[in-house]
């Protein structure tokens, strides 16, 4: 499973019909995000768009910087965090976007930690999907511009409930 595939998983730009699986589970049908994150887990599958950008009126943008620091994952955790500042503008601008862009890539590393729980057989998939959910609601408030006051409320009800 790769970094955050429970959440953003986009298809192979080579993939071709052939190459689909007619029988393979559509997590996407799911109504509740929980419900398509813990079928992910268990099943795989590819996103279109990550579930923290979906509906937002930034989608296309947030999307695109999903898609930026993708490269930046299997880099060690100094590197990493460069290349987060880098891919998010934190460290050339002083705009609110690139701060919200940087705080999230910094999320998905705590959403990799679930999911490797998850791969690891630490934890079920539902509870790896209620914690990735958490994750997800903390990142659409951070890119909806919610008081940074209410996110640290959020990240401390998770570290506690998650035992961090």
């Not at 509740?32 to 768009?49: A, K, M, W």
């Amino acid at each position: 499973m790769a970094a955050g595939s429970s959440t953003y998983n986009p298809p192979a730009p080579t993939a071709t019909p052939q190459q689909t699986n007619p029988s393979a589970i559509d997590c996407n049908s799911k109504t509740s995000r929980v419900d398509r994150i813990s079928c992910r887990l268990e099943h795989g599958g590819e996103v279109s768009v990550p579930e923290a950008c979906k509906g937002l009126p930034g989608e296309k943008e947030c999307k695109e910087f999903y898609d930026r620091t993708k490269v930046c994952y299997d880099q060690p955790a100094k590197e990493k965090d460069r290349c987060f500042r880098q891919k998010s503008e934190y460290d050339f601008s002083e705009s609110n976007k690139e701060k919200q862009y940087y705080v999230v890539a910094l999320l998905y590393q705590l959403q990799y930690y679930v999911e490797e729980d998850y791969k690891n057989g630490k934890m079920s998939s539902e509870q790896a999907a209620s914690f990735i959910e958490d994750i997800v609601k903390m990142k659409r408030d951070i890119l909806s511009g919610k008081a940074y006051a209410s996110i640290r409320s959020m990240l401390s009800a998770y570290r506690n409930r998650r035992g961090t």
